[in-house]
C-alpha cells in the first residue's frame, strides 16, 4: 500500500524566513509526486509536479521541491516566504499505473509579520 | 463553466436522512474524482470516473455511499442514512483525460454537518 506522510501539521514562520515543508511517501513502484496547496476560502490548486527527468522542480512563486529516490522524500521548500504564502499545502503521490491521487494530511503553513 | 461547480457549499441534515451533492465539472473533462476533507485526517480518496463509468471506488467506505455520472459530465455523490462520522468537506475535481501524472482542477467543496 502507498501513503503520503507530512510530518508536520502546522509550520509557523516569520515573514522572509526560509521555510521547508516535509514530505515523505512509501511505494515500491515509480511514482509521480505532486503538492497542492489550499489558500484560506479556496479551493486546491496545482503548486508543483514531479512526473521524471531533473529532480528539482520549481512552481512560478518561489516554491521548490527535490524528488529524493533514495529517502523517499518530496519536501517543499522557499528561502524567503511572504504573508500571501499562508496557506495549507498538500503533498500525493500517484503510484504508477493508478489514477488514483492519494494526499498526505497537510501541512498549515502560517507566516508572520 | 469557468471551474469545476459543487453544490450545495453548505449542507446541514439530520442523522438519518439521505443527502445528494452535486459536481459540474469543467467541460470537456473525461475524469471526474471525489474526495473527502475531514479535519485531520487530509484528502480521502472516493471514487474515480472515466466517462460515465468508474473504474475505481475503492474509496467508498460504506454501502450507503453511492455515486453515478451522466452523460460524462454531472456528478451526484448520495449519502444514505447519514451519520454524523460523515461530516466533512466532500471535494470534487476533473482533469482533462484522467492521466497519471495530469493536474486536478478542484471545486471549492461541499460542507456537510449532519447534526
Known amino acids: 500500500a502507498q501513503s503520503v506522510t507530512q510530518l508536520d501539521s502546522q509550520v509557523p514562520v516569520f515573514e522572509e524566513a526560509p521555510v521547508e515543508l516535509r514530505c515523505n511517501y512509501s511505494?515500491?513502484?515509480?511514482?509521480?509526486l505532486f503538492w497542492y496547496v489550499q489558500y484560506p476560502n479556496q479551493g486546491l490548486q496545482l503548486l508543483l509536479k514531479?512526473?521524471?527527468?531533473?529532480?528539482l522542480v520549481e512552481s512560478i512563486n518561489g516554491f521548490e521541491a527535490e524528488f529524493n529516490k533514495s529517502q523517499t522524500s518530496f519536501h517543499l521548500r522557499k528561502p524567503s516566504v511572504h504573508i500571501s504564502d499562508t496557506a495549507e499545502y498538500f503533498c500525493?503521490?500517484?503510484?504508477?499505473?493508478?489514477?488514483?491521487?492519494?494526499f498526505g494530511k497537510g501541512t498549515k503553513l502560517t507566516v508572520n509579520p | 463553466g469557468a471551474g469545476v461547480s459543487q453544490s450545495p457549499s453548505n449542507k446541514v441534515t439530520e442523522k438519518g436522512k439521505d443527502v445528494e451533492l452535486r459536481c459540474d465539472p469543467i467541460?470537456?473533462?473525461?475524469?471526474l474524482y471525489w474526495y473527502r476533507q475531514s479535519l485531520g485526517q487530509g484528502l480521502e480518496f472516493l471514487i474515480y470516473?472515466?466517462?460515465?463509468?468508474?473504474?475505481?471506488k475503492s474509496g467508498l467506505p460504506s454501502d450507503r455511499f453511492s455515486a453515478e455520472r451522466t452523460g460524462g459530465s454531472v456528478s451526484t455523490l448520495t449519502i444514505q442514512r447519514t451519520q454524523q462520522e460523515d461530516s466533512a468537506v466532500y471535494l470534487c475535481?476533473?482533469?482533462?483525460?484522467?492521466?497519471?501524472?495530469?493536474?486536478?482542477?478542484f471545486g471549492s467543496g461541499t460542507q456537510l454537518s449532519v447534526l
Open positions: 511505494s515500491s513502484v515509480s511514482v509521480y
Open positions: 514531479y512526473l521524471s527527468g531533473s529532480t
Open positions: 475535481a476533473s482533469s482533462l483525460e484522467g492521466g497519471i501524472g495530469e493536474k486536478l482542477f
Open positions: 467541460s470537456g473533462h473525461t475524469a
Open positions: 500525493a503521490v500517484n503510484k504508477g499505473g493508478s489514477e488514483k491521487l492519494v
Open positions: 470516473f472515466q466517462g460515465n463509468s468508474a473504474p475505481d
